[in-house]
């Protein structure tokens, strides 16, 4: 019999602008996700060595001798370097030292575990978030709308026809941002997502936090309640409480807490912070995240419905948030969507929200100047009205600097509205 190798084709991602532009002048560089979601890819196309920490026998000689091992032709690819959080201490010391740019790239899929001691690296090592695919990044469609632009001020034109339909953002979600998952069969994606989330809750938390779970049932629960409040601020409290219905013992806060901590540690976790902005004249505002996994998919997998039954409106939620599961995830899919295009612009996102809910706006795109965006998410292919109020508050209330004011929709055309609020399809917003 002969084997033939199959070759891998690599979809650049946006990180890899982001690194083009900062490996040139800084030496060392780390790139944090969960795992699956491209960090080893992107690294082997701009690295001479490859040191794959998850190999045992590369992972015992680095341990033995980190300094040694880092002694290679450079740049160099230090892959899953929480498994040896020492290389950490190692790769900062040879930053102080005066190593030239481009020396170090290192990739990991959780932060170290508790009690492995390593300098933060703070003014060393730069460290860069990386996320499942973006839309942009699915090479679905053209993107015709720049979030960049529209922080730049200025009310760019907007314009662009979307092909893709409810149906088609509804297999999104369901198609997963994870490169080598989004590309299999309907049957084998399935079973993929549902064994990355078993290992993921049992022997990824042995070995990357040395966490055993005594309950991972209630582990198990207590995500599948936190899925159920996807793009929502749901308390603590009610998620545990969707979790443990009826159980005579239900996990302490503190334990949930846990939960929380080490999902968080394995990037599975994504919330979304609340905007606090300083000596803006908005007052009131809530303090709490809106919770996202990390990837949509990951969502859905866990309350058990697909494409078909979200368009058919099946799903439970927690109150508080989007009427529908369709409606969550899509705003999921969006937040996903902005996060990435808003990271290449040097930007940060987050969410408003008022104390009473009286005001709510889905996205805050902020750049490293000032510059923001009101972004509003809407599961609808019309917009009137009342769908823009809060984005019209806030440019009224906002002392700062907001560059433009847009909303996300599922329709098929892309347009300024005559009050100025831009409609973007979310297939056409891009970076």
């Known amino acids: 019999m002969q084997w033939y190798r199959l070759e891998v084709v690599y979809f650049r991602r946006l990180i890899d602008d982001e690194l083009d532009a900062l490996m040139p002048e800084l030496p060392a560089i780390a790139v944090d996700g969960p795992k699956g979601v491209g960090k080893t ?25 980190p300094v040694r091992a880092l002694d290679r032709t450079r740049p160099i690819l230090i892959d899953e370097w929480q498994r040896a959080p020492e290389v950490w201490d190692v790769v900062r010391r040879a930053v102080d030292s005066g190593v030239p740019a481009s020396s170090f790239l290192l990739t990991g899929s959780a932060t170290p575990a508790l ?31 720049s979030l960049a632009a529209l922080l730049e001020g200025g009310r760019p034109r907007i314009g662009g026809d979307c092909p893709l339909t409810l149906a088609d953002y509804a297999h999104e979600i369901e198609a997963s941002g994870f490169p080598g998952i989004r590309l299999l069969s309907a049957r084998s994606r399935r079973a993929q997502l549902d064994s990355y989330l078993t290992r993921a809750l049992s022997r990824d938390l042995t070995d990357e936090q040395g966490v055993t779970v005594r309950r991972p049932d209630s582990l198990r629960a207590w995500i599948t309640a936190y899925a159920t409040a996807t793009s929502s601020t749901a308390t603590w409290e009610a998620i545990r409480a969707v979790a443990t219905p009826g159980d005579a013992d239900p996990p302490s806060k503190a334990t949930t807490i846990r939960y929380r901590d080490w999902l968080s540690a394995l990037w599975l976790l994504d919330p979304l912070p609340a905007w606090q ?19 949509p998919a990951l969502s859905a997998r866990l309350m058990r419905v697909g494409a078909s039954a979200l368009l058919d409106g099946e799903g439970r939620l927690l109150p508080g948030g989007p009427s529908t599961a369709l409606g969550a995830l899509f705003e999921s899919l969006a937040t996903l969507t902005v996060r990435v295009c808003a990271q290449a612009a040097e930007a940060t996102t987050s969410h408003l929200r008022t104390d009473r809910g009286e005001h709510e706006i889905d996205l805050i795109v902020e750049r490293h100047d000032g510059r923001a965006v009101g972004i509003e998410v809407k599961l609808a292919a019309t917009i009137d009205d009342r769908d823009v109020r809060h984005l019209h508050w806030l440019k009224d ?8 004011l847009a909303i996300l929709t599922t329709g098929p055309h892309a347009y300024r509205r005559p009050d100025g609020i831009a409609v973007i399809p979310l297939g056409l917003f891009g970076p």
């Open 397 to 404: 209330h906002h002392r700062g600097r907001i560059s433009d």
């Open 277 to 295: 902005p300083l000596g803006s004249g908005l007052k009131g505002l809530t303090k709490g995240p809106k919770h996202h996994l990390a990837d």
């Open 41 to 65: 890819a992107t690294g082997l196309q701009r690295v001479a060595t490859v040191l794959q920490l998850d190999d045992p026998v590369t992972l015992l000689l680095v341990r033995a001798d």
């Open 115 to 145: 009690g492995a001691t390593a300098h933060s690296g703070a003014g060393r090592i730069v460290s860069l978030r990386m996320r499942p695919m973006a839309l942009p990044e699915r090479g679905l469609v053209n993107p015709t709308v």
